[in-house]
């Protein structure tokens, strides 16, 4: 009776993570990178890559004018703000936790750049970069790693100076490069 009992308790959990895995969830629960890259975006931001500029900046900004403002939860975490500024061809907006970038000169082109420090595609800040490429490779997807070109990090100033690496995965329609700092995640990039 007891293997009978244990019998259907495996089928149950069985089904309930087959039941459990939906659009945008790969196969282990985690995040489907693949399916996120090919429509532009990280998972939990607001922002796609070919998105109108005037929008992500009014919405970054409001952010912060909801924090000045006294409204929503207030604790040193949750600090919001809204900067933005020109760095080599792009104009980079940012809350602190998101980055929406573009080019300059095209901005009716729309967003070009979008890079989330910390946590990003089910992987943690600070994720060592060994766990993150052999993560992805049982997913099936292999990365080019290489030391971080410092161009491509024109959205951190004074990286010229860091020691940074990539792993950068390119998919269908766009590249997704996880950025490390000392072999630690500290950014993940989608462009085009």
């Known amino acids: 009776m007891k293997k009978f009992f244990s019998l259907i308790l495996c089928i149950v959990f069985i089904f309930s993570l087959v039941a459990c895995r939906g659009k945008g969830v790969g196969a282990d629960g985690g995040i489907d990178v693949e399916y996120y890259a090919n429509i532009g975006q990280i998972k939990d931001v607001d922002y796609k890559l070919g998105g109108d500029v005037d929008a992500a900046q009014k919405a970054l900004s409001e952010k912060y004018m909801s924090f000045a403002n006294g409204e929503g939860n ?16 792009y104009t980079v907006m940012t809350d602190g ?3 929406c970038c573009y080019v300059t000169d095209k901005k009716q082109d729309g967003i070009t750049h979008i890079i989330k420090n910390g946590d990003a595609y089910g992987f943690e800040l600070g994720t060592i970069s060994t ?12 990365a080019t790693e290489r030391d971080a070109d410092k161009s491509e990090l024109f959205f951190l100033p004074g990286s010229a100076n860091m020691n940074m690496t990539v ?13 490390f700092q000392d072999s630690a995640l500290s950014a993940t990039v989608i462009y085009k």
């Open 167 to 179: 792993l950068e995965y390119k998919f269908e329609e766009n590249t997704v490069l996880f950025v």
């Open 97 to 99: 936790n998101v980055l």
């Open 74 to 89: 207030h604790d040193e975490e949750n600090e919001a703000f809204y900067v933005d500024f020109e760095s080599g061809e």
């Open 131 to 142: 766990k993150l490429r052999d993560a992805m490779k049982k997913k099936g997807f292999n």
